[in-house]
């Protein structure tokens, strides 16, 4: 069964509090749902290009996690991919290989060190 798409911001919100496995093109977020259910989540901000860019990555992002998660992903975990600024570059064979060895890493609940809260301090006014 083809996993399922999160479409409400507290899903992503949510998996934003679990595991965290960062790669040159893209951050992982791992977090069991508690549903039983796979399923998964792509965001891509503003500051990584115009639409057509996003999109693009967006395309990307999509058919990786069809083609990977139902061999590798963790069952009943919502997967959160974030897009990074060198993520439309990288070669696509390349991607695949990040997300596979970042999915085996989330499965052995190896995680990259928590971000600090706050983000990255005030705004500049």
Known sequence: MAPAVLTRRADFLAANRGLRVAR???????????????RFGITVTKKIGNAVVRNR??????????????????????HVLIGREGGIERDFSLLREELRAALSRAAAGKGDPPRKPGGRGPKPR
């Not at 040159?24 to 796979?38: D, S």
């Open 24 to 38: 040159p093109g893209f951050v992982l977020l791992a977090r069991p749902n508690g549903g039983g259910q796979m």
């Open 57 to 78: 990555m967006k395309r990307r992002f999509r058919a990786l996690l069809r083609e990977l998660l139902p061999l590798a992903g963790l069952a009943g975990t919502d």
